[in-house]
């Protein structure tokens, strides 16, 4: 039975998109099998040639409906719903429907007031610091800001995602043969950090070079951040099943 995702919450401009579908490049890179899953009317589905996860077009309650169905029938997949367009109603229906909620937000002020009040309504939800700074003052800063508003909840908030322009490379109809390695260093510690909350062996595989790193966050570590033994690396690389998932939401 596949493990959901969802990432949701009523604050804009938070990612919500690029992280399902940084998450879900992540997860292929760890030899995982997912499905990202797109329920906002107001986006285009995206094709999956040349990516590393299957995509699916939940854009209506019946197709996410089926799709929901689907993804509980295969085993060892994650499925990672996209619950981009700020509905608080639909909102709801995915945090019922998921094992693990994301609630992204940046480093304003008016974003950490709208995760509290997010954290308050879905008690299982974590928060996720998103398109976090990179420059070590403003990081500083927006650490701070997180630690003094939100130390209630500070079991509650994950490793943060760093502020990157290539990430807009993964919501092109077709994705470059050859993604810059800095995102795909990211798009692996986002997918490692939810195999660990999942508690999903996998194969730590290293992080490649690259030529700048931003420092570390200041945040604390969670509780849910230990390292699940290594799994033994699959003997072939993963396939999707026979039909993508936008077949069975289209039926």
């Not at 919500?16 to 940084?22: N, P, Q, V």
């Not at 590393?52 to 089926?66: G, H, I, M, N, S």
């Not at 798009?187 to 595989?205: G, H, K």
């Not at 849910?224 to 039909?243: G, Q, V």
Request: glycine share 6%; with cysteine; proline share 7%.
């Amino acid at each position: 039975m596949a493990d959901i995702i969802c990432i949701i919450g009523n604050k804009g401009g938070t990612g919500k998109t690029s992280l399902s579908h940084m998450l879900c490049q992540g997860l292929g890179l760890l030899g995982q099998r997912s499905a990202c899953v797109l329920t906002d009317t107001a986006r285009e589905p995206l094709r999956p040639d040349g990516r590393r996860y299957v995509t699916a077009d939940a854009r209506t309650p019946e197709a996410l409906a089926k799709v929901a169905t689907k993804l509980r029938s295969l085993d060892g997949w994650i499925g990672v719903i996209d619950g981009g367009g700020n509905r608080h109603e639909v909102d709801r229906q995915l945090y019922a429907l998921a094992d693990i909620v994301l609630l992204p937000f940046r480093e304003s002020h008016e974003d950490i007031r709208t995760v509290l009040n997010d954290l308050e309504h879905f008690p299982r939800a974590y928060a996720l610091p998103s398109q976090w700074p990179t420059n070590p003052w403003a990081r500083e800063a927006a650490d701070r800001n997180v630690a003094q508003m939100m130390g209630a909840y500070r079991h509650r908030i994950l490793r943060p995602v760093n502020s990157l322009s290539s990430s807009k490379l993964l919501l092109q109809s077709e994705i470059p043969e050859q993604l810059p390695t800095q995102l795909s260093n990211t798009c692996r510690r986002l997918a490692r950090q939810m195999m660990e909350v999942l508690e999903i062996q996998y194969t730590d595989v290293a992080d490649e070079p690259e030529t700048s790193s931003a420092g570390a966050s200041s945040i604390p570590e969670t509780g849910f951040a230990a390292h699940a033994p290594a799994a033994e690396p699959p003997d072939e690389p993963c396939e999707a099943p026979d039909e993508t998932m936008d077949a069975y939401a289209a039926h």
